[in-house]
């Protein structure tokens, strides 16, 4: 084989090679010992290139002037640190729980300095801050106090308990972190303090609870209201608020939270009122999320839900989060959209570069490197912005400022590596809407799945639309109103307007064919349901083909809404729709009604048969068959700023169903308003047990069929 031949095959197979990295996001991340992830606000989640990569160790060989040697040195490792703080200088603080003493690292992780308050020594310190004067802030945990020193270690302030009315007896004043703003207050986080963050003055005078979480409340918490006495509802541990676990501050002011309970929002950008930046802020807050934090997966050994411990803000605004649970590290842009996330398998007993066995703390330098506190390992892992990361940070950062068109070639670089990211794509979207390309703005927004952004691009285009077509429409408008009066002047002139002569042949027509006349009865049922539905008992104005017709027509057209109705309005066409899973809980549940009621009806004295139950439930969907398909083209021209239309077009739907079925009970059976109101009670209950039931029965079989399996793989091996 000639050379030259030889040497454009390796070339083609380089080629193919970085081709199949641009795929495949997770070859890149090959050289890392960790997956990094995205989650789209469908839950959907996608393998991506690394954002950050290990970059060393610090912390790991601490060696001490020997007290008992004098000149000499001793190894003295951390044991079981819990805080991690870098000031201005990016030196490093760690509060070495275990040894009682703040370590001081230097930005190149060097010893700088012990920190031990000889005079009144620590117990326990958990949590440590440093201000903007170089003030060392310490969260003494076991001495139950917050002390300030000097940068050379001296004791300048020590701050107890306070003493005021506001705070409940009960509270135990047990500081585990804390953060101090620029006029020197101090924000700080207790050890079970439900109540939020103590508020207090440079004089350690309590100021406030700051930053409360609220109390979850559930359907079930409404029925023990109802039942248990005020005691026993208040010794419910449950209803109190999560504590908050940690605290930082940005150069802005912003206060920020975590919270470990699951039942209450993780993650909180405070302003100085102590409102929640973040609720409702994110691009997909109008979504499907429900504006949860912390990323969890079960894939690779991990399960459960996640445990926040610490955060930390960087330069840009970015909120990374640290689980010490599931060993996951999340990171959100100042807005509270997911950027990335990554970690380690749960249980992993290697010791890795990178791999962080327990997550005490996070902290950040002015390079926005990460640095994650590892309380099992007693080291800093050091994670530096791979150059993905960092062409993320820079493209999200120019869109957060507004800056569009400056990010557009970025966020098309970034989208060029990894088409399945979809920040990329809703960058390049706001771009796009920015520069006036509205069709394409809009494929973009609905690609990344943002109704926000999606409604507005559509509303320009609509008007557009509108502006470009306004006189052919009002043009065609005219030209039918025109044709329609003179068609019907026309008919007059020719005698062909009798309405007599045309309801009789009709009613002959109807007549000759029962169907027709059955289906006919449909709009009949419209007008005068109570009338309608009594006829379809002891008229036989239903049949079995009739309503077969009529529920069939009433699927598809249930089955079209859910899945064609705009994106603007149900975002979640943008995955794929399970139709037969649609059809199949619209089958179950309207025949679960037909059963139970008819149950429900022969112990309640009615007078309805079974199918005349079966029929009046199928003429009661008719609604759907007028309703459905125009609602769900009228939902495709509209945009957000409709919304209340469309939610009273697709409710009003719903709601005249529901009454139909209440004429259709009342009607055939032979009520009066108070025993139909009981009698659909009662249907309801009934098909809620039958669903228990149901469910029981296929767990049970499950059961018994690994038993029997089990029990043949026994018999076979022995």
């Known amino acids: ?270 302003n100085i009122a102590g409102l929640d930046q973040l609720a409702g802020k994110g691009e997909f807050a109008d979504t499907m999320t429900d504006g949860s934090f912390g990323e969890y997966t079960h894939r690779a050994g991990r399960t459960g839900y996640p445990q926040l411990n610490d955060l930390t803000v960087d330069g840009n605004g970015n909120m990374t989060v640290v689980d010490s649970k599931l060993n996951i590290v999340s990171q959100y842009d100042g807005n509270g959209n997911l950027l990335f996330f990554w970690g380690g398998a749960v249980g992993d007993t290697t010791t890795k570069l990178g791999i962080v066995k327990i997550p005490a703390a996070i902290e950040t330098n002015s390079a926005n490197d990460l640095f994650i506190l590892d309380s099992e390992n007693n080291i800093v892992q050091k994670y530096r912005l791979s150059e993905f990361g960092a062409l993320v940070h820079k493209a999200n950062q120019l869109t957060q400022d507004g800056r569009y068109e400056e990010s557009e070639p970025l966020w098309l670089e970034v989208n060029r590596l990894n088409a399945y990211y979809a920040p ?30 999606y409604s507005d691009s559509f509303w320009q285009n609509r008007l557009l639309w509108f502006q470009s077509n306004f006189g052919l429409l009002m043009n065609v408008v005219i030209g039918a109103l025109l044709i329609f009066f003179a068609a019907r002047f026309t008919a007059r002139r020719l005698g062909y307007g009798g309405t007599k002569r045309k309801t009789g042949r009709s009613e002959q027509k109807q007549a000759s064919r029962p169907l027709l006349r059955q289906l006919g009865h449909a709009f009949y049922v419209l007008k005068h349901p109570i009338d309608g539905f009594h006829s379809i008992r002891y008229e036989q104005k239903g049949g079995l083909l009739s309503s077969s017709i009529l529920f069939v027509l009433a699927l598809v057209s249930y089955a079209i809404m859910r899945a064609a109705i705009s994106f603007i309005f149900n975002p979640s066409i943008i995955v794929e729709v399970q139709i037969v899973t649609i059809l199949i809980q619209f089958i179950v549940v309207w025949l679960s009604f037909v059963i139970a009621n008819y149950l429900i009806s022969s112990l309640y004295h009615g007078e309805g048969r079974f199918r005349d139950v079966l029929y009046g439930s199928a003429y009661a969907l008719f609604p759907f068959i007028l309703l459905g398909i125009p609602i769900t083209l009228i939902s495709n021209v509209m945009t957000l700023s409709e919304q209340s239309i469309f939610t009273f077009l697709e409710y009003g739907l719903y709601v005249w169903v529901a009454l139909l079925f209440f004429w259709m009970v009342q009607g055939i059976q032979n009520y009066s308003v108070g025993e139909t109101l009981i009698n659909l009670l009662l249907s309801i209950i009934t098909m809620a047990i039958c669903a228990v039931l149901v469910f029981i029965v296929f767990s049970l079989t499950s059961e018994l069929f690994n038993f029997i399996y089990s029990v043949y793989q026994e018999v076979t091996i022995r």
């Open 1 to 270: 084989m000639p050379k030259r031949l030889t040497l454009r095959l390796m070339l083609l197979f380089v080629a193919a090679l970085a081709a199949l990295a641009t795929i495949h996001p997770e070859s890149v991340s090959a050289d890392v010992p960790y997956q990094t992830y995205y989650k789209d606000n469908y839950n959907q989640l996608f393998k991506m290139q690394a954002a950050y990569t290990p970059a060393g160790a610090l912390g790991k060989d601490l060696f001490i002037p020997d007290p008992s040697n004098p000149g000499q040195t001793v190894y003295s490792p951390l044991n079981q640190p819990q805080d991690l703080y870098i000031d201005s200088r990016d030196h490093i603080y760690i509060a070495d729980t275990g040894n009682n003493r703040i370590v001081h690292l230097d930005a190149e992780g060097r010893l700088a300095g012990l920190l031990t308050l000889e005079g009144s020594p620590f117990n326990r310190p958990q949590g440590v801050f440093v201000d903007t004067n170089g003030d060392i802030y310490v969260a003494d945990t076991g001495n139950q106090r917050v002390v300030r020193l000097n940068g050379e270690g001296e004791l300048l302030a020590e701050f107890g308990r306070p003493e005021s009315k506001l705070i409940p007896e009960a509270f135990k004043y047990d500081p585990i972190k804390l953060v101090v703003d620029k006029r020197g207050f101090m924000y700080i986080a207790t050890l079970g303090g439900y109540q939020g963050l103590l508020q207090l003055d440079p004089q350690g005078e309590f100021q406030s609870f700051f930053g409360a979480n609220k109390t979850g409340f559930s359907f079930s918490d409404s029925i023990k209201r109802l039942l248990y006495t005020r005691e026993m509802y208040e010794r419910e541990i449950s209803k109190l608020p999560g504590s908050i676990a940690s605290v930082d501050k940005d150069e802005n002011g912003f206060v920020y939270t975590v919270t470990k309970e699951v039942r209450t929002k993780q993650l909180k950008k405070l």
């Open 424 to 453: 990329a794509v809703l960058g390049l979207a706001k771009a796009a809407y920015k520069k006036g390309e509205y069709e394409r703005a809009q494929a973009l927004f609905k690609q990344a799945g943002w109704a926000q952004g």
